[in-house]
């Protein structure tokens, strides 16, 4: 940083704050001055509030009323590189400066003052009398060698009252000492557990680290089958980038996933990386986030938000499994991280890998139009080739409608069995039955605060809704008719199918996969190495069974319902249905034994099935371009959704209607408004949902267009407006 960005006490400087208020605000440098990009505590009202020096204060403001900063917090400041990230990403996505600065600052105690605090370990001295709380405390320590603790930590820890370790520190049997709060973490070394590549894997990677000794921005997408090493050849990318003395971050589309990759991050680098998703503890996300600006950390594995920590070096960002939905965060600030990724490098001239065995459109046609650069792994690691895959016509094959698993499934399922291997019977949804009929009036049982139906979830007992978290108990008699004893499950689930499963091999064993069986990211982890080690005969799972876990046993993959993502209204149905049916096909002969995959479908020849059928995924990509093109959708034209919501139906309506009406601002760009319509759920929690779709060409000023358009109104009441730039999912 250079001398004009500091500025002296008492002059102006203009604080962009989290809170919600639509400018940058006037204060005057504190004692002792303050840095350009400081996070500082200032005065608001009658409140303290965090914020950070965002330039030179306007001075349109009168001088005898502007405050004083309180104090610059003791952690680095904001790099310019990250101001300008916050104001692009808010632009695009947008939304407010203080929204933005809100998911860059979500880390708590950033403004407690000191960085030291009190840890205690065992000492040299021998108490003068013993008592068992004593002993206790003692015994803990010699357990846990020379670690050091809280005073919290300790009394917990050993089942006493801190007064007893205070009484024991005077004795000197207890050291008390200085600790810094917040500590770096372990070095890695670049060099530790290096692997031998294959030729087109060493080949991808040289290509990797140039990039990263380039210094400059630049996105590849790495594409290869799953079991490629994909994860191998961009662990090498990363290892540059340590070499290199610059930070790394790996964004991995499930916390579920992350435990099993630390697992390799520590084999490839001797130690773990920081993990940063809603699962870690307050304690360690201040650490995490303190360390990354100062750098302390040198990898991080995390969620979509672990792109907005003040990295002080960032060389690279890897996007694993980059066509993922959960990239899309649909709460809250709707952005997606897998393009927030994009600019944030192209702005610190880092580089970025999109690491996919199915690539979304948007990145095939940026890696086809040359914008990012295309890497290929073309074979499977080691003997393992992709799996033989069949369709099964569900039209041709005898079964009654309440069951799933076709005679022609069954008979594939039982000869794995007999050779000892695993078969993984797939459908992707959650619960027993996604509906609930009473046979008495046909009623169908849903969500009091939704439009959504409730799913049955035997193992819970209870009905979910899947849209808004509300549960019941699974009731006795027709919410409607109130006859008992006449509601019955419409449809298959997870749990459903593994109950059809376990009465057709009642001597197999049977694991069921399902993200909301699993209590926490640990146990599903036991879960999952269970399984591999050969703990079932059948897996039974959901989608959370095709990202990237490796079942070496596993020969035979079964999909209950291929049609089932084809239908609806989603433009990206079909791009969605091919992604998620090639990475189940990929679970299949992922060691030494060939897989075969199975697909039980009533529409053998629809393209999309005769695509992953025949692996032509070139020709897949070029189809599916083709439509879009001609549609002029994504990623060929733009799109925006507009989510209006309120308690009150008819103002919601009123409001969808005067913004379809005035649309001027719109038509200036030459885009088109859709609209409005009842949003596919029409009500959640009680709110009532209303969704406007924004329609442009690519070169379009959308966002600028939008902004205009939707700022005609003021929200009245409870109106909520929420404006979801290139939407993903249409709900
Ligand atoms: P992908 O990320 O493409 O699915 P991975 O990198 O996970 O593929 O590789 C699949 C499996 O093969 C992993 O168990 C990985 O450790 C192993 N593997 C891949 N390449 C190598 C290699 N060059 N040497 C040793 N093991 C490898
Ligand atoms: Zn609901």
Redesign the pocket.
Known sequence: MSEQDFFDEGELVGVLTTQPLDRVLDYKAPEGGCWLGAFVEVPLGPRKVLGVVWGKGRGDWDISKVRAVIRALDVAPMREEMRLFIEKSAQYTLTSLPAMLRLATRAPGLSDPPSMRKVYRLGAGEPDRQTDARKRVIETLHEYGGLSFTLKELSELAGVTSSVVKGLVKQGVVAEEEAPRDLPYPKMDPEYGR????DD?EAASARLREGISSGTYGTTLLR?V???????VYLEAVAECLRQGRQALVLLPEIALTAEFLTRVEARFGTKPAEWHSGVTMTERRRIWKMVGQGGVEVVIGARSALFLPYQNLGLVVVDEEHDTSYKQDDGVLYNARDMAVLRSSICGARVILASATPSLESWANADAGKYERLELTSR??PAVMPDMQAIDMRAEDLPGSRWISPSMQAAVRSRIEKGEQSLLFINRRGYAPVTICRACGHQVGCDHCDARMVEHRFLKRLLCHQCGESKPMPEACPSCEVEGKLAPVGPGVERLAEEAQELFPDARMAVLSSDLFGSARALKEGITAIADGGADIIIGTQLVAKGH?FPLLTLVGVIDADLGLQGSDLRAAERTFQLMRQVAGRAGRSERKGQALLQTFQPEHPVIRAILAGDEEAFWKAEAGERRHAGVPPYGRMAGIILSSTDVQEVFDLGNALARNDGALREIGAQVFGPAPAPIARVRGRHRVRLLVKADKAAPLQAAVARWVGQYKLKGDMRLAVDIDPQSFY
């Open positions: 692997k031998e590549l294959t894997q290869g799953t079991g490629s090493g994909k994860t191998e690691f080691g490796n």
